[in-house]
């Protein structure tokens, strides 16, 4: 049976979601019009969910007006035609209730929940923050597990508990640990979402949802051929995606922060009139540039 035959209510936040890039404007602010655009084009292409302002939004970087511009701006430009989650939690629990409310009321479909970082919580001090959260805003939940950036995993056993939480339903597991998302896959009802672009066929393989993606920016529709494959049980055409998909994933992944690779990537396209982060983020060197255009190229892009 292929995915799309399947009741959407299986998979509330879609099967192949985008981490979206906040666009800038020249002089620096955020620009909504082409947030709007960017939107709609993710969509068109096959995706059914988005992330707004999560870690390649540069969500540390915006103020809680600009998230909720986000916010508000990508539910508009998309409607009911893809889910739209917010990443608006930090590592201060209050505050992080505080944007999931206002996110709430910007209408998105649910929140992306990332593991509190730098003050490195316990195990139990992770589930009261997780279910504060989830008891203020009664928004459903993707949970984060990225210890590479918050500086603490979360265990298979913390996961367990935290999928006891009616609004805990999702997970995007970007820890790159087989065996955690083996044991949470085969002890809860969670959808698992790959966070590592390059790890989707495999854990799609141990029964994962699908993906959230960075490098979906400019690819969204190989990753709908192999999430759809995947579900349809096609192993071939997956792995065909797969490979098809493997010198994008490291142009955008592997030679700079993937919110700067993907704005260059996009601006190639004519997608994004220009290539603007904030700092600490900063523009490619020229080693850098060339790194990515040469992966491009191998991946089929005429640059």
């Not at 029964?207 to 979906?216: F, H, M, Q, R, Y």
């Not at 192993?235 to 992944?253: G, K, V």
Request: hydrophobic fraction near 45%; aromatic fraction near 4%; proline fraction near 5%.
């Amino acid at each position: 049976m292929a995915l799309r035959d399947i009741d959407p209510q299986a998979f509330p936040f879609g099967t192949v979601l985008t981490a979206m890039v906040t666009p800038f404007t020249t002089d620096g602010e955020v620009d909504y019009e082409a947030a709007a655009k960017l939107a709609r084009k993710l969509v068109d292409d096959g995706c059914d969910g988005l992330v707004v302002t999560g870690t390649t939004g540069e969500t540390s970087t915006l103020t809680d007006e600009e998230n909720v511009g986000m916010f508000r701006a990508v539910v508009e430009a998309v409607g009911d035609r893809a889910a739209v989650l917010a990443g608006s939690t930090t590592n201060d629990t209050r505050h992080s209730i505080h944007l999931s409310l206002l996110a709430k009321e910007a209408g998105v479909d649910g929140i992306l929940a990332t593991t509190p970082y730098y003050n490195k919580p316990s195990q139990a001090g992770i589930i009261a923050h997780i279910e504060a959260i989830a008891n203020a805003t009664k928004l459903p939940i993707m949970l984060y597990d990225i210890p590479g950036r918050t500086g603490i995993a979360l265990s298979p056993e913390t996961i367990i508990k935290l999928a006891e939480i009616p609004e805990v339903i999702a997970l995007k597991d970007a820890k790159a640990d087989y065996q955690s998302t083996t044991t949470v896959l085969a002890n809860t009802d969670l959808h698992v979402y790959s966070g590592d672009d390059g790890l989707t066929l495999p854990l799609m393989a141990a029964g994962a949802a699908g993906v959230v993606s960075v490098t979906a920016h400019v690819a969204a529709a190989t990753y709908r051929k192999l999430v759809d494959a995947m579900h349809a049980g096609d192993l071939a055409t997956a792995r065909a995606a797969h490979f098809e998909l493997d010198p994008i994933q490291r142009a955008l992944m592997s030679h700079i922060q993937g919110a700067v690779a993907s704005k260059y990537a996009l601006h190639w396209q004519g997608v994004l009139p220009n290539t603007v982060v904030r700092l600490p983020l900063l523009a490619p060197s020229d080693a850098e540039l060339d790194a990515i255009r040469a992966d491009l190229r191998e991946g089929g892009w005429d640059l």
